[in-house]
């Protein structure tokens, strides 16, 4: 799975531009940028606790850009 790809219309992207400001505690809408970076590190510590609940021997931050 090398490319994740999410579409929306301009109508969600109020609505996500919107809820992310919010949920990301800016002043305004969050920008496709911060949405983007916010989404890497959510997938960064998803990996990281599940591979910590199996008791892997080596776990590893993921490097997901």
């Known amino acids: 799975m090398a490319t ?3 579409t929306t219309t301009s109508q969600q992207d ?3 531009a919107a809820a992310f400001g919010q949920h990301l505690m ?3 809408n969050a920008s496709v940028a911060q949405v983007r970076a916010f989404l ?3 997938i960064k510590e998803v990996v990281l606790r599940y591979e910590h609940n199996q008791a892997t ?3 590893t931050p993921i490097d997901v850009q």
């Open 4 to 6: 994740i790809t999410i």
């Open 14 to 16: 109020a609505r996500i």
């Open 26 to 28: 800016l002043e305004g």
């Open 57 to 59: 021997a080596s776990v």
């Open 40 to 42: 890497i590190e959510r």
